[in-house]
Structure formats: structure tokens, C-alpha cells
């Protein structure tokens, strides 16, 4: 701006030089016609000799600032003022007209000052004037751009200098309402960002630092090329060096990767995910930590790439964890999921691992071995007797007897119960059975002494030999397993060697066959209910009873009968299972038909039979109690029959699952009565209702007296106690007379009714007899 009025000043002074050049001429003309008109007018027109000038001329000349004016004539001169050698002079014709009308014509002189000098010094005045005017407006100006500008500048760079110092509560002044203060909030927000940004930053590498100081795991950073730039209290323990010390310098300098078991070194798995921009995974299970020390540490874990915004790698993070513990607790569950934790021989499913790698070297054509299997004898007199503790002892004696008598590469297990494992590598079938004689005659030998009783062993061996060409490890066990079984019913205490053409072995795979055939069976539920009607034979009793029997579906859809079943559902253990689903569907059916139909015929006693098995079973009165809510079959109609032999043979537990199953409403028979020993002496022991005389007393009672008596005394004493009589196997019409005459309660029997299914007899339930008669089914 200051330059900018001095330009002007310029240009005026320019401007003012230049007009008063050109008004000089102009003065001159105006000052001719004022003389031109003052000469006219008077008598004297012309200078003459020594003639006075006018005053006129000297008024023009002080008028118009000349130095000198000179009018010349033909006759002489008016001169007024003084001329100067360096003036300049001007000239006007001046015309002059005479009375006569003839003009004369006059020269008018004009002498003018140099106005150079004049001018500048006017220019040095202006241009002085200038700049003190330009001064002042510079100073107000500085002053009002110091304020306006400056001040809040040097502020604002004196806040920035605060904060780049460290200052992190220095704040720009909002408090301007201009673009200073709209700039200031701007960047306040600006740093405010900033500030919440680096604290979450620090809060977070905190926290990041607080946990990678407390994790277990051995944490070690690196740059792209595998510099140590980072490690926690845990990895410099780990490596046995500082961070200082570490960074900078290659892990693997400072540690090294080997395999435990084999002892060979493994691929830095560092140099491995640098490599390869990818996880490096330690997978084997067996890598060891070799620190620069010789320290070995047991480790697992990864090495992962670090990466920046572009997906570059730049590092690689590496998480070691110390699992020294973890791989000793890991041996040890090992071993101890191989080895029995009674007799600490190996356990069923290490010694079928065994066997079956022997079955895949025999069938690479590598030498024969020979399998045992060993069933201990009179070992269930010990636990009777003795209790669980003795059972326990006598296992691990005879574990330390059995496995003395063997060679030292031979395998001894204990696969359950009182039943042994003996796997004999390359040891031909002659060979094998002396082994299984010295095995026998050690366990004959040896004396078990519990507190003041001696206990002598025996050992049932089944010998079979691994050959080429066995089928699997479940039938090599089944064939063990079968052999033991005809040593047993051989006499005990004897070796069977396996042979595919043993009838005795041959009974035993239909048992087997079965095992299987009744599992699918139960899965498939190919299982189904009949039911055979049991008669009051007296006109006055209206109850009515059914006997829930059981048949299995074939594939082909024929149904098979128990008996050829039920011996290898007792030996296999299945009886419990078959019970419980014989239980949920009779307590299911019923309470549906009686939901459905009005007849009396579905409030009649179901009688359902109980295996020796599931007397031994402690939850099998939860398993009944929760079907009956489940279902609600009422208690009053449930009866369960259990056979005389099983009750002999379990009478301390037959008693106690009577009395709970009647205590809460149902019914208890006793069936086949007769057939066992010493029956009348354990009647006396068992709270039952009813009791079902076996059907070889009655399918002759017509002709022979003798079953006759014992049907009657078997009345007689049921009577007295108030247990009710029911009679089996009734075919005819004499034979349930003749019963009817002693007084027996109920019969059964193909005269009344031959077992069918439960809609079969749902539909003839009203026309059923009481009194003696034929009812097919």
C-alpha cells in the first residue's frame, strides 16, 4: 500500500510538471487579448520612443507569475519587470486595430522563470510529505497487523512449541471469534484426537505389556529378517538372555530347535514363517528348546508373520510355551492308559493294539505267534468270601506269578475281571502250549492267604494261533475266548487249543453269533411282546392275569423264541438291556390300550419276567419307578416274575427287590417252582404272591400220582403261607379239572390259550374262560 501511494505521488508531480509546461502559453494568450483590448480603447496603441508601458502590462505580468513582459513595436518598447538570462521567454503576435481601420501588429514577450528548480523542491517536499504519511500508515499498519496477525501467530507457534515439548494440556485460543480462532478450535480437535489417540495407543501397549509379562507362554518378536527386537520376562528366561543383550541379533544364535527322540535338528521355524509369509505350527510333539547354555526345554508352539498395512511382511512374532510338565504328565497318562491300575500289566486296549500290529506282521510274512486267553477259577469263592480287597490282592499276586512263568519278550495284560491276555511273539503252537502249561501248573502251585484262610487257584487257557490269513483282531479274541470257554466246561482248570471243527467251539461262535444278532436286534427294535393268558380255574374269582413273553423278529420276518437266544444274551450281559426294554414297552402298551378301550380285560395283572442279571442290578427299581411315571401304568397292575434256580442263586438280593417292588404296589411270582433245590426252605425266606409250580409236575398229573402229590402238598404249604398257586404247562381238559379239584388258584397253559400277540388277545379279552376250556389264540 505504501508503495502504492508513492506511485501515485509520482504520477501527480508528473501530471503537475506537465500542466504547468503547457499553462504558460495559455497565461501568454489571455494576457495578449486583455492588452489588445486595453490598446483599442485608448490613443496611444503602440510603443513610441520613450513612451511609459501601461500599467496594464505590469498587473498581467505579476497576474501570471512572468519575470519580465515586453510588448515591441515598429517605434519601440514596453518593457515591465526584469528578464533573466536562463528564463524562458514566450511569444504572442498581438494585432492592434486603429481608428482609421488600419491595424498595426505588435510582438508580446514574455519572459518566464526555470520552474525546475521549483519543482523539485516541490517534488522533495510531496515525496517528503510522502513518506512520513507512509511511515504513519506503515507503523498503524505494523500495529494493526501485529495484533490482527502476528500476535495470535507467535501464539499459536509458542502453544505448538509447548506441546512438541511435552506439554500435552497446551490449547490454541479459541476465545477469537476470526480465522484464528476458527484455525485454533480446528487444530484443539485436532489435538484432542491426537491426545485420546495416544493415550488408547499407550493404554493399550500397557495392557499388551502387562500381558505379555503375565502369560506363561515365551513370546519373541523380530524384524523381516529375523533380529530378536522383542522378548518377554518369559522367553528371556527361556532363552537365558536379557532383551539388551538379545536385540539385534539372530534367535538363532541364541537358541535351537531339536527333535527329543530322534536328537536331530528341526527347521528354525523363524527363518520357516519368514520364508514362507505364513504360520509356522511346532507339530511334532517332540521339539526340544536349546538355549545357548545347552538348556533343553520341552516346547510347543508357533512362529506367525507380522505384517504392515500393505500386507508386507515385516516380522514374525514366536509363542513358545514350556511343556516340560504337560509331556511327563503325558507320558505318564500314556503309560498309564496302557497298563492296568490294579495289577499295572498292560490293560485291554494296549494289548489289543498289540495284537493287532502281530496280526499285520503275519500277514507281511513275518513268523507265527500264539494268543492266550486265561480265565481264572474259583476266583468269584475269594471275593465272596473274602471281599473285593482279597479279590484285588489275589489278582496282583497272581499278575507277578503269571508274568515270571513267561519269557521276557512275551505280553501279559489284564483284560477285565479275573480274565488274563498272554501274546507270545514268534513262538510256534507246540511251544505255546508247554508255555501254557507252565502257566497252569504256577497258578495250581500257588497258595492265596487271606488273614487265617488258604485259597487254592486254578486257570482255564484257551490257546489259539496267529497265522497268516486271520480275518481281524475280533475274531482272534473270539477264538481265544471260545477256547477258554470249553476249557471251563471241560473240567476247569485245563488248556483248549483252538481248532475250527471243535462242536464244543462251534456252540460257543452260535453264542456268539447271537451276542451280536441281539445287539442290532435292540438297536433296531426287532423286538416284540406276546402275551399268554393265565385262568382262574374257580367260578367265583374274576381276576384275570397275562404272562408277557418275548419273540425276536427275524430278518426275514419269522419270529424266534427265546430259548434259542437266551443262554448268549445271560453269557454276553445283555439280559439287563432286554429286560429294560421289555419293562418300558409292556408299562407303554398298556397304559395305552387302557387309555383307548373300556374293557375290563385292560385292568388285568401283567405278569413281566426278571433275568437273575437284573436282580443284581442296584438302578434298576429307578429305571421302573421312572417308566411308571413316564407312562403311568398303575402299580397294582404290574407283576414280576422271577425263576426259582435265579432266586436260589441270589436270594439275598431276589428278597430285598421283592420287597422294594411291593412296597410300591406290584406283585411278585415265583416261577418254575420245583425244579430247584431245597424249594419249600427258601419259599419261607421270599414275600411273594404268587407261585407258579413248574409245568414237569403237571403235564403227567392226570396219571401219575405222584406229581400229583407233590402238586398238592405244593398247594397245601402256598396255601397256608397265602400265596397263590398257578399251574403250568395245561394242554388239556382232564389235566385242568384234576387241578380245579386239588384247588389250585390259576392255569396256563395251550388248553387256554397259546401266546400271541397283544392285539390278538385285546380283541378275544371278553370271550376268555375262567372255567376249563380251549380259547385259541
Known sequence: MVLAGLLIVLVTIQAWEADLEDAQPAYLAQAALTLQAHLESRTERDPAGQSKPPAILDQMRQRYGFSALEVVGPAGVWRTGKPNVGHAMYMQILPVHKPDGSHQTLRMLAYVPDHSAFISEERKHVLLFTGLVAMVFGLILQAILYRMLSRPFLRMVGTAQNFAAGDKTARFDVQRTDEFGFLSGFINQALDAANRSETALSQEKTRIEVMLYSITDAVIATDARGRVQYMNPVAQD??????????????SELARFVDELTRLPLADPVRSCLLDAQIAVLHTGSELFVNHLGAEIPVAGTAAPMRNAEGGVIGCVVALQDVRHARELMRRLTHQASRDSLTGLFNRHSFESLVRRVIDEVDGGYANHALFYLDLDQFKIVNDTCGHVAGDELLRQLGEILHEALRSDDILARLGGDEFGVLLRRCSIDQAI?????????????????????????????????????????????????????????GRNRIHVYEESDDTLAHRYGEMHWATDLTRALDEDRFEI??????????????????????????????????????????????????????ERVFRTFSEMAARSATDCCQDVVAINLSGASLNDASLIGFVRETQAKTGMPWSR????????????????????VNELRNLGCKFALDDFGSGLSSFAYLKNLPIDYLKIDGSFIMDIVSDQVDRAMVEAIREVSHIMGVKTVAEWVENEETAEVLRKIGIDYAQGYYFGRPGAIDQWSQKCDRLRRLPGPLAA
Open 238 to 251: 527361556l532363552v537365558a538372555c536379557s532383551i539388551e543383550a538379545a536385540r539385534g541379533r539372530p534367535l
Open 434 to 490: 508247554k508255555i501254557a502249561e507252565k502257566l497252569r501248573l504256577s497258578v495250581e502251585a500257588f497258595r492265596f492267604i487271606w488273614g487265617d484262610k488258604v485259597f487254592q487257584i486254578g486257570v482255564s487257557i484257551g490257546v489259539v494261533a496267529v497265522e497268516p490269513g486271520v480275518a481281524d483282531l475280533a475274531t482272534l479274541l473270539s477264538a481265544a475266548d471260545v477256547a477258554c470257554y470249553a476249557a471251563k466246561e471241560a
Open 530 to 583: 406276546f402275551v399268554q393268558p393265565i385262568v382262574a380255574l374257580a367260578a367265583d374269582d374274576p381276576h384275570r392275569h397275562w404272562e408277557v413273553l418275548l419273540r425276536l423278529r427275524s430278518g426275514e420276518g419269522d419270529y424266534v423264541n427265546p430259548g434259542a437266544f437266551m443262554s448268549a444274551a445271560e453269557r454276553y450281559g445283555l439280559m439287563p438291556r432286554i429286560d429294560r426294554w421289555v419293562i
Open 638 to 657: 404290574v407283576c414280576f416274575e422271577i425263576t426259582e434256580t435265579v432266586a436260589i442263586r441270589n436270594l439275598h438280593m431276589a428278597t430285598c427287590l
